[in-house]
């Protein structure tokens, strides 16, 4: 059974589209990342939910929204796609314990592409 | 702000060969992860240190933490040709239970 899965794998769109990924865990964690990585392979936290509330939202634009329909479900919806919006998105999950930040399990990813 | 900062950025070995890679950090830590990626794939997790330890092993991996130096090595023993991936560290704030803040990674290529 897939730990965290995303869909689609693959996204090719035009610029102003609106889309969204969809990512489910069935690991029973609290927690739920989105993350960009880019061309250069550097990966940036987006947001993250805790229990279906919103515990981290960086420094993010507005047409990007994440949606906690459950612990186990977490959606990025994007309006307005532009070029830069181009990037791999992952998404992940983990438990948040007393120590800290554990591990964290990752989703295959969802390739973006805006042309 | 970047947390996590591997060094090498690219590192070709033989297999058999082990493969060091470095990270450094500026803030304090309360845990130390490591993460594997292979091309087009997602993030694997490979071994966590908490700030109060100093080694950890597991399996061909070796993982020390020097919190003085603020940074940390990841050893590979007796690589293979399928240890070829990007390994990145991770670091969980002191001061913070939710972020995790990954470095720019180290892309291990290990030749037959």
């Known amino acids: 059974d897939t730990a965290v899965s995303q869909t689609p794998k693959y996204l090719v769109t035009q610029m102003g589209n609106d889309k969204s990924i969809k990512c489910e865990q069935n690991l029973g964690h609290d927690t739920m990342y989105w993350y960009k990585q880019d061309s250069k392979k550097f990966l940036k936290i987006m947001f993250s939910?805790?229990?279906?509330?919103?515990?981290i939202n960086e420094t993010v634009p507005n047409r990007f929204s994440p949606k906690s329909p459950d612990k186990a479900h977490l959606n990025l919806h994007i309006n307005s796609l532009e070029l830069g919006d181009s990037a791999v998105y992952f998404c992940?999950?983990?438990?948040?314990?007393?120590?800290?930040?554990?591990?964290?399990?990752f989703g295959p990813g969802t390739r973006l592409l805006v042309l | 702000s970047q947390q996590g900062e591997e060094d090498p950025q690219a590192l070709s070995i033989q297999e058999g060969e082990n493969a060091t890679m470095n990270c450094s950090y500026k803030t304090s830590i309360n845990n130390l992860q490591w993460y594997r990626q292979n091309s087009g794939r997602g993030l694997v997790h490979l071994i966590l240190?908490?700030?109060?330890?100093r080694e950890k092993h597991s399996g061909r991996l070796r993982v020390t933490l020097d919190t003085s130096k603020k940074s940390s090595s990841l050893l590979i023993t007796a690589s293979r040709a399928a240890d070829t991936a990007s390994y990145f560290c991770?670091?969980?704030?002191?001061?913070?239970?939710?972020?995790?803040?990954f470095g720019k990674g180290t892309l291990l290529t290990v030749n037959p």
């Open positions: 991770a670091t969980a704030p002191a001061r913070s239970n939710y972020k995790l803040t």
């Open positions: 992940a999950s983990s438990h948040l314990g007393l120590a800290g930040v554990l591990t964290q399990y």
């Open positions: 939910y805790n229990n279906k509330e919103l515990i």
């Open positions: 240190i908490r700030s109060n330890e």
